[in-house]
Each structure stands twice: as structure tokens, then as C-alpha cells.
């Protein structure tokens, strides 16, 4: 089986006190137990800049069992189409649950104002393309995007 793996899986055990380390441990320990880990270049980007070279980031990432595979035309394609999908959907002044994905009104208690929900990057859309055109599953914390977006993967968080 070929799990991909998204970036807050692995700053989870990256960060210090993160507290969801030990359960994004627990689950990329019994992935790679059941086959191999992989990320996408979104995913690479995201954790360069944690480490203080890139001699430093290759010797985790070999450390881990975890490996790079590049996005293909397909998954590239498969991502603008979802995330175009969803920014032409989007509803202004709707917030969305990042658990289940649904959408939401909400304002302020003080001044009425609507508030305003968090705007999913192309960054998003290219990881969960990635993982639906290289692996059987994704492992994320972001389940809310990924179950409205991309039904058709399976994710495990």
C-alpha cells in the first residue's frame, strides 16, 4: 500500500510540543509498516524550512522511509479543475468546519460583521491530487477540504 503524506503530519513530529506528535507518529509508523510513504513537492517546500540545509532535510527524510514522488500532468490537472471548482463555489462570509466541510455563516457577537473562512491555497489542492493519482490513501489533519473536494480518496487523520 502507498500512503501519501501531508506536511502537518510531519511537522507534528517535527515541532517541539506539537500536540498531535504522538498520534502522527503512531500513524505514519503503521502506514510505512503497510507499505511505503510519499509526498508530493508542495510537501518538500513546506518542510525546507526547517531544517538548516538541505543535506539535513535529505537525512530525515531517508531516516523516516518517507520519499518524494513527482506530480504528473494528470494530478497537476486534477488539482487546478478541483481547486477552480471550489474557489468559483466558495460563498463570501461562510466559514467551512475543517473536520466535515461544512459551510457556515458566522459574525461577530460585537458589530454583526460576517466572518471571513480560511481560503484554501493551490498548495491544498496539488497535495490531495498527488495522493488520488500516486497512493491509495492521504494522511492529514485537514480532513475538511480533502472530504469535500476529493470523495473519491481515501484519508486518514
Known sequence: MTTAVDT???LDI??????????????????????QLIFCEVVLAGLA?????EEELDAFLTGTGMRMVRSDDR???VAGRRWAAYA???????LS???????FKAVCPRC????????????????GAHALTHADCLLTRDLGI???YFKDLKVAG
Request: charged letters at 25%.
Open 8 to 10: 502537518n503530519i510531519i
Open 14 to 35: 517535527l515541532i517541539p510540543d506539537e500536540p498531535f506528535a504522538a498520534s502522527s507518529k503512531a500513524l505514519l509508523e503503521r502506514h510505512l509498516a503497510a507499505g
Open 49 to 53: 524550512g526547517l531544517f538548516p540545509s
Open 75 to 77: 494530478s497537476l490537472y
Open 88 to 94: 468559483s463555489g466558495r460563498k463570501k462570509g461562510r
Open 97 to 103: 468546519c475543517r473536520e466535515c466541510g461544512k459551510t
Open 112 to 127: 454583526g460583521a460576517a466572518l471571513k473562512g480560511r481560503f484554501h491555497v493551490l498548495a491544498d489542492f496539488l497535495v
Open 146 to 148: 480533502y472530504k469535500s
